[in-house]
Nanobody, 124 residues
Framework: QVQLTESGGRLVQAGGSLTLSCAAS????????MGWFRQAPGKEREFVAA????????YYADSVKGRFTISRDNAKNTVYLRMDSLKPDDTAVYYC?????????????????WGQGTQVTVSS
């Protein structure tokens, strides 16, 4: 049974920083790409960032490029999302997901397990 557990979400002021963590179990973590998606109220889930199995490739949504950084520690089975210069538009539930392939991908259909999500709220 694959489990993904996100943590680190909270209320933060605009311009602030936050780091989300996602601990994985039940699959050989180091063999698969990982991703972060988010869903704001009334909106569809959207891609945020992705990282390949060996951290060699990363992708970011245009809306977060230059502000967010995805990283992973395969020894700890954990993926991180460092978020800087946060904006109110970043308010959403953030989901961690594990891919079906080693590569990084922006496509939700290429991920097969999802965490429960962690709430990030950015106040203006």
């Amino acid at each position: 049974q694959v489990q993904l557990t996100e943590s680190g979400g909270r209320l933060v002021q605009a311009g602030g920083s936050l780091t989300l963590s996602c601990a994985a179990s039940g699959r050989t973590f180091s063999r698969y790409g990982m991703g972060w998606f988010r869903q704001a109220p009334g909106k569809e889930r959207e891609f945020v960032a992705a990282i390949s199995w060996n951290s060699g490739v990363t992708y970011y949504a245009d809306s977060v490029k230059g502000r967010f950084t995805i990283s992973r520690d395969n020894a700890k089975n954990t993926v991180y999302l460092r978020m800087d210069s946060l904006k109110p538009d970043d308010t959403a539930v953030y989901y961690c997901t594990i891919g079906t392939y080693p590569r990084a991908t922006t496509q939700a259909r290429e991920y097969d397990y999802w965490g429960q999500g962690t709430q990030v709220t950015v106040s203006s």
